[in-house]
Each structure stands twice: as C-alpha cells, then as structure tokens.
C-alpha cells in the first residue's frame, strides 16, 4: 500500500553489471518471500544519503539467471513487501538510432513487447484486472533521471521506445531492420514485463536503458560480439552507479501519493465482482492488491 504521506522507498533493479550500488550504509541482504516463487536473488536493504533504497539484481549475483528465466512476477512481488513505493530500472540495451551510439543512456518512456515465454500478468483466473498502460512509465521519476544525467554529464535522451525482444539470442539483421522500421530507439531483454507488473503493484517505474552496442543493423557494427559489448557495459555500470546515486536524494521529498496515478493504478482495474473471486488468489495478491482488496 502507498498512502498518502508514506515515505518513499526506492527501488533499484540492476541489469547487466550492475549487481550492487555504491555508498549505501547501514546495508543488509535478506531473503523476502514471494508468493509468486524465488526472487533473482535477496535483497539488498541499506541508506543513501538518508534515503531508504533495497536494490535487486535482475540477474541474480554473478549474472546466473537469462533473460527468459526471471522471474519477473516475484521480483517486483518481493519489492513491494519491502516497502518499494519507486523502482528504477538500470539495464543494457542495444541502439536502433544513429544518434544514440555507445555510452548514451535512453530514459525510455514507451514499450513494444515482443517476448512470447513469460508471465506477464500477477491477475489471472479467479481475479481479473485490466490496468492502464498507454503511459507505462512515470513521468515524475524520468524527470527526476533527466536532471541527475545533466548534473553528472551523461549523455542522455529523455523519451524513446524499448523493443523488449525474448533473446537470448541477439536480433538477425531482418528484425533489427523491422524494429527501426518501427522507429524503435533501443532493444533489449529485460524491460517486460517488468513495467508491466510493476503498474499493477502500484509502484512508480523509470527505465534507465544504457546503450552498449549499435544491435547489427549498423554498416559498421553488423555484427554484436560479447567481448565488444563487456567492455562498454562496464563503463555504463560505472555511470550507472553514480546516476544511481544522484538521483536518490532528489525522490525522497515527496510527501503525497504520485501525481501522476502510478499509486493508484488499480483504483477501477478490478473486473471480477467481489462474491465471485478466488479466496486463493486474494491471498497471493495480498501484497500487490491489497490496497483494494
């Protein structure tokens, strides 16, 4: 639940690597449960600058879980018992655009998801809801992205779509060219349904893509190589890091539900009446619904 007035908590999902962040005090991993499975990993629970942050990584410590096989369900399930009220998510990604080489960060505001072998809803038989996605990210907190790359110097765009592929396998030059035919700006793996799960857990969402690689569209990268994209990966996760830092004493303040309804977002999604829902499905939603169950 994330009534008025409840401090924020933020939340960060670390992609490839990034598996920690730097200058959290006060830190503890521990194990949160999930009815919806195992977590990717524990969670890291500490303070950045006064600021209560719990940080996941997507891929579990020393990278063990591909994309296909998180569980995305139990990972944003897990956040919310902690408390997250706001989830950045920090992640590699491929460009699509010219003007978005290596190094850039996109603050992606739209997705097209391509994956087929994920759940991607917590509702199911027994308890359905529809929530609103035409917006999928907020607003507020890619604000709050734009202003921490400007103040530290990294090279960002705000706004752009994320072609969220199943992988792992890279794209063939047929689908990159599709996608940019579709004037996406990055591709990756990971991006859904996480935005999805976390709208219907009523907590706020950013995407913070760091481009490692031109995809193979590009004439002069038609090809995506590991060891290329290790290299710059690593020099995004740094960054990652400190945009990570910059950005966390500027969530802390807010003092209402967000304005713009991520908080909210069950309010009217609920579609099977009362009387007809599955008291085993309630009790699994408890954390993610249970503001309006």
Avoid at 7 to 26: A, F, M, Q
Avoid at 100 to 129: C, H, M, N, W, Y
Avoid at 181 to 194: A, F, H, K, L, Y
Wanted: one cysteine or more; glycine letters at 10%.
């Amino acid at each position: 639940m994330t009534a008025s007035g409840t401090p924020p908590v933020i939340g960060v999902i670390g992609g490839s690597g990034i598996y920690d962040i730097d200058g959290l005090e006060n830190t503890r991993w521990e194990a949160v449960t999930s009815s919806f499975g195992e977590p990717s990993d524990q969670l890291l629970f500490g303070e950045l600058a006064g600021q209560k942050m719990v940080f996941l990584p997507r891929h579990g410590r020393g990278h063990r879980i591909p994309p296909s096989e998180v569980n995305y369900r139990a990972n944003v399930d897990a956040l919310k018992r902690a408390g997250v009220t706001e989830i950045l998510s920090v992640s590699a990604c491929g460009s699509l655009k010219e003007h978005l080489p290596p190094g850039t960060f996109v603050i992606a505001d739209q997705f097209i998801d391509r994956t087929i072998a994920r759940e991607k809803s917590f509702f199911g038989t027994g308890l359905v809801a529809h929530v609103a996605l035409g917006h999928p990210v907020c607003g507020r907190l890619g604000d709050a992205v734009e202003a921490a790359c400007k103040e530290v110097g990294i090279p960002a765009q705000r706004g752009g779509t994320y072609l969220a592929m199943e992988g792992p396998q890279f794209s063939t030059l047929a689908e990159s060219n599709l996608y940019r035919s579709w004037d996406c700006d990055v591709i990756g793996m990971t991006n859904m349904p996480e935005a999805k799960l976390a709208r219907e857990a009523e907590i706020c969402y950013a995407t913070v893509a760091m481009v490692t690689d031109f995809d193979c569209w590009h004439p002069d990268h038609d090809h995506v190589t590991v060891d290329a994209i290790i290299k710059v990966l690593l020099d995004n996760a740094e960054k990652g890091r400190t945009l990570v830092k910059q950005v966390a004493p500027k969530l802390s303040g807010r003092t209402e539900t967000c304005s713009h309804g991520c908080h909210t977002a069950l309010e009217h999604a609920l579609i099977t009446a009362p009387d007809a829902r599955d008291p085993e499905m309630v009790e699994k939603l408890a954390a993610v619904a249970g503001r309006v169950l």
